[in-house]
């Protein structure tokens, strides 16, 4: 009994510290999961846990995805890079398992967990803010080009960054308004505190995905409330106020004006040129390459480890030099499936995506839909499955909305069960 009770206390507060490291130390998280893996084997010996899967069609697929990747490496010329692209893929199974089949997280838990990864983005916030504050005042004063972009985001790529910090607006919103959670006054104002920083911290990533993810949550939310309040007026004033607080944002953070200006004009061109370093119409050209690559393999794709020996002979064959010489994947998680297992991995994203968003509807919880809507639209933009900081935040956070269970009414929810 006391070693049931010890291993689960261990088994929450290493999922606490995975939260809380992901954004801050993102190195540390493989020692940590290895510690969380060990923990699980040690309390699946005390329980009869092959009796309680928790099992769906989600971890199904998410693990089939991986699944997939091994498939892939049959084929694959490039085994060492196949071996590392399952290595750093391996959370789609360890994690799905590990939470499926331990005993499920209650809300008070639940809320444990949300307070840890809100507070790791705090701390990675400040450090930021620090670093640059650092940056402007002592090491180049006055120099504004070192307060933005990758200057800010020290501790992760910047549209990594900006996708955990508008998860972490959406879980504040979610405690902020839960039935049932209860909070100081203090700490109610800590929470409030935390969505405006990371709000402003967002503009400084100048993530153009981040920022556009970011508009679009406060869009639904705000016609959420005018819905189920009733208070359009409030609803339209609160969107009419953000916008124009975002506005003054794109405006005064350096950096932002210029990269959507460049992005728009990206979308303008019938061909950027070959050698351009701007990342709107690099990101244009890698797309175009991932998908000539994936029209040449179709069927079954070039192999789990081949996608950049492939990209970088087309890359070759067009005179793209600057994406050559950076390596360039294809910088969209669609493509990047498409072209390593074809046809297939082309549509089991999506498709995972969509059974997760259909089965978050159902569930009335918008916390669970607007994870999956930040992260679906993170990867237009960005390979995030490729590398540990975009595959722990997935499937972490995939695996603890599979087994969390909430039916308590909030603005997060809908007003009545679908039909």
């Known amino acids: 009994?006391?070693?049931?009770?010890?291993?689960?206390?261990?088994?929450?507060?290493?999922?606490?510290?995975?939260?809380?490291?992901?954004?801050?130390?993102?190195?540390?998280?493989?020692?940590?999961?290895?510690?969380?893996?060990?923990?699980?084997?040690?309390?699946?010996?005390?329980?009869?846990?092959?009796?309680?899967?928790?099992?769906?069609?989600?971890?199904?697929?998410?693990?089939?995805?991986?699944?997939?990747?091994?498939?892939?490496?049959?084929?694959?010329?490039?085994?060492?890079?196949?071996?590392?692209?399952?290595?750093?893929?391996?959370?789609?199974?360890?994690?799905?398992?590990?939470?499926?089949?331990?005993?499920?997280?209650?809300?008070?838990?639940?809320?444990?967990?949300?307070?840890?990864?809100?507070?790791?983005?705090?701390?990675?916030?400040?450090?930021?803010?620090?670093?640059?504050?650092?940056?402007?005042?002592?090491?180049?004063?006055?120099?504004?080009?070192?307060?933005?972009?990758?200057?800010?985001?020290?501790?992760?790529?910047?549209?990594?960054?900006?996708?955990?910090?508008?998860?972490?607006?959406?879980?504040?919103?979610?405690?902020?308004?839960?039935?049932?959670?209860?909070?100081?006054?203090?700490?109610?104002?800590?929470?409030?505190?935390?969505?405006?920083?990371?709000?402003?911290?967002?503009?400084?990533?100048?993530?153009?995905?981040?920022?556009?993810?970011?508009?679009?949550?406060?869009?639904v939310l705000s016609v959420l409330y005018a819905i189920k309040y009733k208070k359009w007026i409030i609803g339209i004033g609160s969107l009419l106020f953000m916008f124009g607080v975002f506005a003054l944002l794109i405006y005064k953070v350096p950096g932002n004006i210029e990269r959507f200006e460049n992005a728009l004009n990206a979308f303008t061109l019938q061909l950027p040129s070959s050698d351009t370093h701007e990342s709107s119409e690099v990101r244009l050209l890698a797309w175009r390459s991932a998908l000539a690559v994936f029209k040449a393999n179709p069927l079954i794709g070039v192999g789990t480890g081949d996608v950049d020996e492939e990209l970088l002979e087309y890359y070759n064959s067009k005179g793209y030099t600057h994406l050559e010489d950076i390596h360039l994947n294809p910088h969209n998680q669609y493509l990047q499936s498409a072209v390593a297992l074809g046809i297939l991995g082309l549509l089991i994203l999506p498709v995972i995506f969509i059974i997760a968003f259909l089965g978050s509807i159902k569930e009335r919880n918008l916390a669970k839909v607007f994870f999956v809507i930040i992260i679906a639209l993170a990867a237009v933009t960005e390979s995030i499955l490729e590398v540990q900081a975009g595959v722990i935040f997935f499937a972490l956070f995939y695996s603890l909305f599979l087994i969390s269970q909430d039916n308590s009414e909030n603005i997060l929810q809908f007003n009545r069960p679908l039909k």
Not at 26 to 32: G, R, V, W
Not at 107 to 120: D, N, W
Not at 167 to 195: D, E, N, P, Q, V
């Open 1 to 219: 009994m006391i070693m049931n009770q010890l291993n689960e206390k261990l088994h929450l507060w290493t999922t606490a510290l995975i939260l809380f490291t992901m954004p801050v130390y993102h190195a540390a998280l493989p020692y940590i999961i290895m510690l969380l893996a060990l923990n699980w084997l040690v309390l699946s010996k005390h329980r009869s846990w092959f009796s309680r899967r928790n099992f769906n069609l989600s971890g199904v697929l998410l693990i089939s995805y991986y699944v997939l990747h091994i498939a892939g490496m049959i084929y694959s010329t490039s085994v060492r890079e196949a071996i590392i692209d399952l290595e750093i893929k391996s959370s789609f199974v360890v994690l799905p398992l590990i939470y499926s089949l331990s005993p499920r997280f209650d809300e008070s838990k639940m809320r444990t967990l949300f307070i840890s990864f809100v507070g790791g983005c705090f701390v990675a916030v400040m450090i930021c803010f620090g670093t640059i504050a650092n940056n402007y005042f002592f090491i180049h004063p006055g120099a504004e080009y070192f307060t933005h972009g990758k200057h800010f985001s020290i501790l992760l790529h910047l549209g990594y960054f900006a996708m955990y910090l508008n998860l972490s607006i959406i879980l504040i919103l979610y405690m902020l308004f839960h039935g049932s959670w209860k909070f100081s006054t203090a700490f109610r104002i800590f929470l409030i505190s935390c969505i405006l920083l990371f709000v402003v911290a967002i503009f400084f990533t100048v993530a153009k995905n981040g920022i556009l993810t970011l508009g679009l949550l406060a869009l």
